[in-house]
């Protein structure tokens, strides 16, 4: 296994390559390789000292998959598939990084990955049709098509909390975790968030820590794991129905009325809206989620996310659980989300995260009562006293969907910077490129199902259409492509109407932006469903790339080699 940049580009610097893909997470590796099978040069840029992206960066413990692990993976290649086996339910995340490096060796892909490498800018060189990018290393590589496989969640953040350079203990990072493992035993140890990582992180340490300090500034809704090892005979039955699995993976299946049919398991029934069911059924129905596992649960009722009354129900439900598991009654109190629908923030799926504060050796320590104040040189004072603590664990999230792109400076026609452009909110095409910026695309870009959606079969009908784009450009002779601003504009009013017909835009939340102060706060994620977001994307294609302008050669432009 090749780590760092043992291997080199193939392509000196100079060359004008076909496309440049910035990020080598589950997105970069697949176009690389989906660019390959067209016969294009491409070469990937990655910040990081090795390929997996997320997995590469999320090393704390407790970090797993929260969708089914036989389902989170590659559908595109049958070798990777026939290969490969999972051990657990929902796998951990040495696993998928394991699983994400075989599948870069499988397919040969470190030859053309630059690893270490963070692209600072890329701009577009309107006569020449380029891209020319820009990396920390201080060269620049020039391309037709410039792809951004810079992640959803990549851009981490650490809260504006005043003192945090002043703490003398250790400060760590959930998405930054340190390499070598960190000795919890008989600390004190102080965890900053409650989303789906602190939840994760916050059951690991405290069964290790002297005591763990948990400051929540809003409860989530949280919902069992139920995480197991796999079977042989289930991991040979899954791959025997891989391509029907794939076909309702692909059709958004997974989401909606859950029906997976892995073998073994019982299908789930189409969801009924609640008012089509007694209070028993209703119940009976969420119970059964419950014991299941896994995030399912948020779609029980059929209007579970357009229904404040259905809503209100399965939230309920949690809160009534959340008082069963939870002894203290204050504590319990505290750890009812109240002020927002449920699937408005991402839900939560976790192992023994309630119970964990059962034990005698946890604190919570709520925004409510007890607001953090400042990091001090020894701990972390709140409006009620000082909490002396030696680590601090920051699992305050992400500048999600346009953070890892607006860290770049991208500029495109004209010099528009996609700052600017973005100034009010991120605006796209699909998701999938932007008017301005022609021949860039963006793979899970905000206005596409992304994070609202099993991530790596998003990425991968991105890439597939991306890759048959750019056949369609090659196989016509033409210089590039671009969405129209009227394309464009009709998308981003599209993605708002579905949105705002759910309940999920409704809370402040990083879905539109509320965590990061100043960010404008719109909603950046189709939730129309993958299956009707592909069928869209398919039609556009077939339509001749409906909504986008085609670049044609000319004399100034070269066609696509
Ligand atoms: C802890 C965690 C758990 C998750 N669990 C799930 C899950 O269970 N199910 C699910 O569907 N999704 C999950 N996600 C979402 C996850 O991000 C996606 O599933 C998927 O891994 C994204 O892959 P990607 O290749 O698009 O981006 P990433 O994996 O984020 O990779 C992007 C890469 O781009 C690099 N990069 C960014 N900017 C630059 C730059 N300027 N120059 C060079 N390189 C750059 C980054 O270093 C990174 O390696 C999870 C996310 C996190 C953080």
Not at 124 to 133: F, I, K, Q
């Amino acid at each position: 296994m090749t780590v760092g940049n043992a291997r080199t580009p193939s392509a000196p610097d100079g060359t004008i390559l076909d496309a440049i893909i910035i990020g080598a997470g589950f997105a970069g590796l697949y176009m690389l390789h989906r660019l390959r099978q067209s016969g294009l040069r491409a070469h990937v840029l990655e910040a990081a000292p090795d390929v997996g992206g997320t997995w590469y960066w999320n090393r704390y413990p407790g970090a797993r998959c929260d969708v089914e692990s036989v389902a989170y993976c590659y559908s595109f290649s049958p070798e990777i598939t026939a290969e490969w086996n999972w051990s657990e339910r929902f796998a951990t995340q040495p696993e998928i990084l394991d699983y994400i490096r075989f599948a870069a060796d499988r397919l040969d892909l470190r030859r053309d990955i630059r690893l270490n490498t963070r692209v600072t800018a890329a701009h577009y060189d309107e006569g020449a049709n380029l891209w020319r990018v820009t990396t920390d290393q201080g060269r620049t590589v020039t391309a037709r098509f410039c792809i951004a496989a810079t992640g959803c969640l990549s851009a981490s953040r650490l809260p504006d909390i005043p003192g945090i350079d002043r703490f003398k203990g250790q400060v760590i990072q959930s998405a930054n975790w340190p390499g070598q493992p960190v000795d919890f035993k008989d600390k004190r140890v102080g965890i900053i968030g409650t989303g789906s990582t602190g939840i994760q992180i916050i059951p690991v340490v405290a069964a290790q820590a002297g005591h763990t300090f948990v400051f929540q500034r809003t409860p989530a809704y949280s919902v069992p794991a139920r995480n197991a090892l796999l079977s042989d005979h289930y991991r040979a039955a899954v791959k025997d129905h891989f391509p029907e699995l794939t076909r309702q993976l692909r059709a958004g299946l997974i989401h909606g009325n859950s029906d997976l049919r892995i073998p073994g398991e019982e299908p789930l029934p189409p969801p009924l809206t609640a008012a089509q069911m007694t209070t028993e059924e209703q119940q009976a129905e969420l119970e059964r989620r419950w014991q299941r596992g896994g995030a399912w649960f948020m779609f029980t009722f059929a209007d579970q996310v357009f229904d404040k009354h259905a809503n209100e129900i399965a939230a309920e439900f949690i809160r009534t659980k959340i008082r069963q598991i939870v002894r203290d009654r204050t504590v319990a109190e505290k750890l009812c989300p109240t002020s927002y629908a449920i699937g408005a923030k991402r839900i939560c799926v976790d192992t023994d995260y309630y119970a964990t504060y059962n034990r005698p050796t946890v604190t919570l320590l709520d925004h409510g009562t007890d607001p953090i104040i400042e990091v001090t040189e020894t701990g972390i004072r709140t409006g009620k006293g000082d909490v002396d603590l030696d680590i601090i664990i920051f699992a305050t999230g992400f500048d999600a969907m346009t953070g890892a792109l607006l860290s770049m400076d991208i500029r495109g026609r004209d010099g528009l910077s996609l700052k600017q452009k973005w100034e009010s909110g991120p605006r796209t095409y699909l998701g999938l490129g932007m008017a301005g910026f022609p021949n860039l695309f963006t793979i899970t870009g905000p206005g596409s199902p992304s994070v609202f959606s099993n991530v790596v079969i998003s990425i991968e009908q991105h890439v597939e259409w991306i890759g048959d784009c750019l056949d369609h450009l090659r196989q016509r002779c033409l210089a590039g492509i671009e969405p129209t601003e009227a394309a464009e504009e009709e998308w981003v009013r599209h993605v708002g109407e579905v949105a705002n017909a759910t309940l999920i835009p409704t809370a402040k939340s990083w879905y539109v932006g509320a965590n990061i102060p100043g960010k404008p706060n719109v909603f950046m994620i189709y939730v129309g469903g993958v299956g009707a977001y592909r069928d869209i994307c398919d039609k556009v294609a077939a339509d001749g790339y409906r909504g986008f302008a085609l670049l044609p050669a000319d004399t100034n432009r070269e066609a696509v080699a």
